[in-house]
């Protein structure tokens, strides 16, 4: 796993996590913004790092090399930890393992473990698998009807289509798959972190089953909906919202503490 950093002159460390088919660098809008600020950690997950030939391997084991490398590097605090849809799942393992101080977390479309029969979530993840592998197959033409409810211009699926054409279908089979069905501990307790799950208005109906289990394993996290968006948008659509909603739950929880 590749590591990138920016604004190291800075105290506080937001830790950035990114979705499934894009690279570390669907942060790029928002880079410039929140380093200003901030140390910036953010992680080129295996299977989605072009310089790196290695495929994805899972949600748990992800979150586990992440944790680490933070704690070998002395980042044993931070400031704000967040995932977006794949990095939100594994934003949400790293928060039941504790093994890392995590101040304020922030879980963005963040997919959870399907609480279904084992059988379910095999077609499940097979349907998921043939849907990324399709749009790997089929290009640019098929990406922009996949696409279309969302605000995304044609430079950004260009984008998407890169990512997909490197990505080995092993890498594809294993995100879903893990992603769906992720193990968790029996027993956590995530109390201290503030937290806050956001949803885009155009994905609610998807994510209903995430906010339930989110209100259940979680029931401080605060749930935070954002307008005329799609599934993953804001960093990619509004970085500028973005950069201040993350900035919103750091100050907001440091002036509580004073």
């Known amino acids: 796993m590749t590591i990138h950093e920016f604004g190291i002159e800075h105290q506080q460390v937001i830790v950035l996590v990114h979705p499934s088919v894009v690279m570390w660098d669907y942060f790029k809008k928002v880079i410039p913004i929140l380093e200003k600020k901030y140390h910036l950690i953010v992680p080129a997950l295996p299977g989605y790092d072009p310089d790196q030939n290695e495929n994805f391997t899972s949600v748990e084991e992800i979150a586990a090399e992440l ?21 939100g799942s594994i934003v949400i393992r790293m928060l039941a393992d504790h093994q890392i101080k995590i101040r304020n977390a922030v879980i963005d479309g963040g997919i959870t473990p399907y609480q279904l029969p084992y059988l379910i979530t095999r077609c499940i993840a097979v349907r998921d698998f043939l849907m990324i592998y399709m749009g790997k197959l089929g290009g640019i033409k098929l990406l922009t009807k996949a696409f279309a409810a969302d605000d995304y211009s044609f430079d950004d699926l260009q984008y998407i289509a890169k990512v997909l ?93 004073l």
């Open 67 to 87: 944790e680490t490398w933070l704690i070998a590097h002395g980042y044993c605090n931070i400031s704000c930890l967040y995932g977006c849809s794949m990095g």
């Open 165 to 257: 054409r490197f990505m080995s279908a092993k890498t594809v089979w294993r995100t879903f798959e893990s992603c769906n069905n992720y193990s968790m501990p029996n027993t956590f307790d995530a109390s201290d972190i503030n937290m806050e799950y956001w949803f885009a208005e155009r994905e609610i109906k998807e994510r209903k089953w995430d906010i339930a289990y989110i209100r259940k394993q979680f029931p401080h996290c605060r749930l935070r909906k954002f307008r005329d968006l799609g599934h993953g948008g804001l960093a990619v659509v509004k970085p500028e919202l973005f950069s201040k909603a993350v900035d919103s739950i750091i100050t907001k929880q440091k002036r509580a503490r």
